[in-house]
């Protein structure tokens, strides 16, 4: 596979930084398929057919989309007794998104999601309150389903650790983190197709 870096990558595209950076973000296992190189962002020549007219339509189209849930998300949590505004309104320690090396079902990243609490629970239960709220989303270019999730880690002196093992338990897996910011879009995106069934769920160490 050959390779561009960002000033060859944008004449390619005729797309600028911003737009580019903005289409991985929205596209994690495209994003996937670059690498670093030096330091230095390297993007695969054939995703330049990602870049056309067509494909930039649709991304503007897409960001209607996302405005439109936007409003949706303010109105939800104008109501007090909605779970999104619940979930608005609570503490978290950081957000995760895990993108699975495998083809999983809603059934599968249900169980990984379990799993990793109750890995973390065991692990840490006695050390630190543990909370965590997950949502499941279908991957836009590509069969299979992917994970968000917010954590709270009572502990802060238990911050390292735990990614770590957050890390190391996804250890196959695509992820990426940072720490929660409420007045970031990581609940919007979590919640903006609503909450039903098997997409998401609320966990916590009730004897904290």
Not at 169 to 181: M, N, Q, T, V
Request: glycine share 6%; with cysteine.
């Amino acid at each position: 596979m050959e390779y561009e870096n960002i000033i060859e990558f944008e004449k390619s595209t005729k797309a600028s930084k911003s737009k580019i950076y903005r289409f991985y973000k929205k596209n994690e296992e495209l994003f996937s398929e670059t690498k670093l190189k030096g330091g230095k962002r390297l993007f695969p020549i054939g995703h330049t057919r990602y870049f056309d007219s067509e494909v930039m339509f649709d991304e503007n189209k897409s960001l209607r989309q996302e405005n439109h849930s936007m409003r949706n998300l303010i109105d939800c949590l104008s109501d007090k007794e909605s779970l999104i505004h619940t979930f608005w309104q609570m503490d978290w320690s950081f957000f995760f998104t895990v993108a699975y090396k495998l083809e999983r079902q809603k059934k599968s990243c249900f169980k990984q999601m379990h799993g990793l609490y109750n890995f973390l629970l065991e692990k840490h239960g006695d050390s630190t309150g543990l909370r965590m709220f997950f949502t499941t989303e279908s991957f836009t270019n590509r069969k299979g389903y992917h994970n968000h999730f917010v954590i709270h880690i009572e502990n802060r002196r238990l911050y390292e650790q735990i990614t770590a093992d957050i890390q190391e338990y996804f250890s196959y897996d695509r992820i990426d983190f940072g720490l929660y910011d409420r007045y970031k879009a990581g609940l919007f995106y979590m919640t903006k197709e609503g909450l039903s069934g098997e997409d998401w769920d609320f966990l916590s160490d009730s004897n904290k």
